[in-house]
């Protein structure tokens, strides 16, 4: 069975710094490209960043590039994000995902549960 466990989430002021992780089982994980997904309360769920199965090549959402760095761990199934400057727009439950491409739109093929990020101004 697969699972993916974020951990990382919280409440943080505006300016500040959180680092979420995604623990993954039940997969080949170094077969699996990873993406990172927020939802805001009232909005769907957007892409953030995705990282390529070997780490070589990532990808991001306009809004987070230069403040947001996604990175992974193969010897220990783990797929981060470091997210800096952190403002009120970043609030929302961030998602781990496994599967597809690292591209915004690609299926994916397994969800975590999700982590809530909470920016306060």
């Known amino acids: 069975q697969v699972h993916l466990v974020e951990s990382g989430g919280g409440l943080v002021q505006a300016g500040g710094s959180l680092r979420l992780s995604c623990e993954v089982s039940?997969?080949?994980?170094?077969?699996?490209?990873m993406r990172w997904f927020r939802q805001a309360p009232g909005k769907e769920r957007d892409f953030v960043a995705g990282?390529?199965?070997?780490?070589?090549?990532?990808y991001y959402e306009s809004t987070v590039r230069g403040r947001f760095t996604i990175s992974r761990d193969n010897a220990k199934n783990t797929v981060s994000l470091q997210m800096n400057n952190l403002g009120a727009d970043d609030t929302a439950v961030y998602y781990c995902?496994?599967?597809?491409?690292?591209?915004?739109?690609?299926?994916?093929?397994?969800w975590g549960q999700g982590t809530q990020v909470t920016v306060s101004s």
């Open positions: 995902a496994a599967g597809g491409n690292i591209s915004p739109i690609a299926d994916v093929d397994y």
């Open positions: 990282i390529s199965w070997s780490g070589s090549s990532t």
């Open positions: 039940g997969l080949t994980f170094y077969r699996y490209n």
